[in-house]
């Protein structure tokens, strides 16, 4: 550490002002500097955490940056590396226990932020599928279907199959938009519709489908798609 004890100096400060108020106005590089100086408490982490930003563009892009990608950048070592991913992960966990400690028809924007960083930057649509027991805790997510999301790629029979296997009362779909806009298609709608009609025959309800876009989600069930499938459901049973 040099003599002047400047470096010292400036992370103390940065760990003061977060012990006082959390991440409230820093700046993304200094949250990475933060998490650098973890792994290399005696060495200046300010010119690696600017380097990082500015490669990967964002503090989310440098969390979910590959260990190896972010080694490329000189003074940032393997434990600097692994502490990053380390941090990214427990995050993870924590978003995934708190949205199963909670009801979840009314958390579309906790489905969001949970599934948000593993679904942004996949190159494919994906379509997960959440099962929920009848207190609206998750049971499983699991990933169905792949490639372009349409009625002839989704399979409503491989759904309930799946749901009776878990158990469950009720599901949430999740899909993503590769383009980053999550407004539904057309094609969306008619998936939804179906896989809420199927739900409604077998005593399985549908709570949400959301749609992941750039920093951003479109729930069906926010904006009332839901509830009127199924009212549109109840009104053929009447016919």
């Not at 000189?74 to 427990?90: D, P």
């Not at 939804?192 to 489908?209: A, P």
Request: aromatic content about 8%; glycine content about 6%.
């Amino acid at each position: 550490m040099p003599s002047n004890g400047k470096p010292e100096g400036h992370r103390k400060r940065l760990r003061e002002k977060f012990i006082k108020s959390g991440l409230a106005g820093f700046h993304d590089y200094e949250i990475v500097e933060l998490l650098l100086s973890l792994g290399t408490p005696r060495k200046d982490c300010k010119q690696q955490a600017k380097e990082a930003i500015k490669k990967f563009k964002t503090l989310r892009g440098v969390l979910e940056a590959p260990p190896e990608e972010l080694q490329q950048i000189e003074g940032i070592g393997s434990h600097s590396a692994f502490g990053i991913k380390l941090v990214q992960e427990v995050a993870r966990e924590f978003l995934k226990e708190k949205i199963i400690d909670k009801p979840i028809y009314k958390s579309s924007q906790e489905i969001f932020d949970y599934l948000y960083h593993s679904m942004r930057d996949l190159k494919k649509e994906v379509f997960k599928v959440m099962y929920l027991n009848s207190q609206n805790q998750i049971i499983e997510t699991e990933s169905l279907f792949e490639g372009t999301i349409n009625s002839s790629s989704i399979s409503p029979r491989e759904v309930i199959e799946s749901a009776i296997k878990y158990n469950a009362a009720s599901l949430i779909f999740i899909h993503n938009h590769p383009s980053g806009n999550p407004e539904p298609s057309q094609s969306d709608k008619e998936i939804t519709r179906d896989l809420v009609y199927t739900g409604s025959i077998m005593r399985i309800r549908v709570l949400d489908h959301i749609i992941i876009g750039n920093n951003r989600y479109f729930s069906f069930a926010g904006d009332g798609l839901i509830e009127e499938y199924e009212l549109d459901f109840l009104n053929l049973k009447v016919r």
